[in-house]
């Protein structure tokens, strides 16, 4: 990442707005800080995801292990504004499984990209088949986009859920509803 043509470009809008960091002091460290905050929310670039998922134990453990209410942050890569939401993930091992920080390490480096949510809900689910091999992955992501409270149609508190299923989930309706249920009853207690 070049910091510096980063606080450049930041100096330049900046401008193109009427805006004069010289006269206005609370401006003059806004380029650089600018600059720091993108190297840091955008730092799942410059990873790959896989390698989050570093330690596989054998397991006999065969049913739904589900981590839920992942927190996130996400920028859109259509307007550079945030989105942020929870992901839930679950999976059903094929002899394999993971630390369970491990599976929010992979949300957290994915997340931490120019994203969309549709991809962002695909990559996750795609890196844990590749890793573990489980007989199911299901992932369901809900994030409020900043894009739509803000700007256009500005509609706070409107969320977007996305899910994908691979392998078990896909094809057995039962153990798909047995995870939404997971995902659910926990959400029917909080409210």
């Known amino acids: 990442m070049d910091k510096k043509k980063i606080e450049k470009a930041v ?15 609370d401006l003059t460290a806004t380029p650089k800080r600018v600059a720091d905050m993108l190297e840091e929310v955008l730092s799942g670039q410059f990873k790959n ?23 996130l942050y996400s920028m859109c890569e259509h307007h550079i504004l945030p989105f942020i939401g929870r992901a839930h993930v679950a999976y059903i091992p094929n002899k394999k499984i993971t630390g369970l920080s491990k599976i929010a390490r ?25 890793k573990l091999r489980p007989k199911g992955v299901m992932v369901v992501v809900e994030a409020e986009h900043l894009c739509m409270v803000m700007r ?7 969320l977007t859920i ?5 392998g078990i989930f896909r094809k057995n309706e ?3 509803q047995e995870a939404l249920s997971l995902i659910n009853s926990y959400r029917r207690q909080r409210d």
């Open 11 to 25: 100096k330049d809008i900046l401008q193109a707005l009427g805006l004069d960091i010289k006269k206005n002091k």
């Open 49 to 71: 995801p896989a390698d989050e998922i570093s330690v596989i134990l054998e397991q006999e453990h065969d049913e739904i292990i589900l981590i839920r209410d992942i927190p």
């Open 106 to 130: 992979v949300v957290d480096v994915l997340a931490k990209r120019l994203q969309v949510q549709e991809r962002l809900t695909t990559e996750i689910a795609d890196v844990i088949m590749e």
């Open 152 to 158: 256009g149609v500005k509609k706070p508190g409107a």
């Open 162 to 166: 996305t899910s994908v299923v691979r």
């Open 174 to 176: 039962k153990t798909r």
